[in-house]
């Protein structure tokens, strides 16, 4: 699941290299509102719950402080917080870890393995609204990049 979210996600955002600075702040009536905002949140969440169930504070905070919002500057946290949370979802699978808990900055109770998966799903929520906008905004050879895809794009079959 998690090498074919990231190569999902990487070649959405590739996809999204072609758009303009007006295409990507369009407002369209799914996800976050533009292409911008919808990977933005989904590159977000990322650090985010990895920093909860790590124990460390997030990059920084997406409500509160001003940042680089450049496709290129998405692109680049991507490239840092996938591999993290990467490493951490298989090094807590490898250690039998997943049933463990952290408190939420709700202060509620979750599951490393569920939170690990709701990220997971999460990804593939926005992945799927970002297509529809790409749709809409003209960018042809969209594939579903789903996990078939993946398998034969990667020679996995």
Known sequence: ML??????????????????????NRELDIG????????????????????????RPVEHDRSTQPYDRSLDALVDRYERFQPAFADLARGLRDAQRLDET??????????LGATILQLVHHNAQHRGEVRHML???GVAELWDFDPQEWEHATGRV
């Open 32 to 55: 976050h509102r533009t292409p911008r905002e919808t990977l933005d949140d989904r590159i977000y969440v990322i650090d985010f719950w990895t920093g909860w169930m790590t124990d």
């Open 3 to 24: 090498g074919h979210d990231d190569w999902a996600t990487s070649q959405r955002l590739a996809r999204c290299t072609s758009l303009s600075e007006a295409d990507l």
């Open 102 to 111: 952290f408190i939420d900055h709700y202060g509620v109770r979750q599951s």
């Open 135 to 137: 749709e809409r905004l």
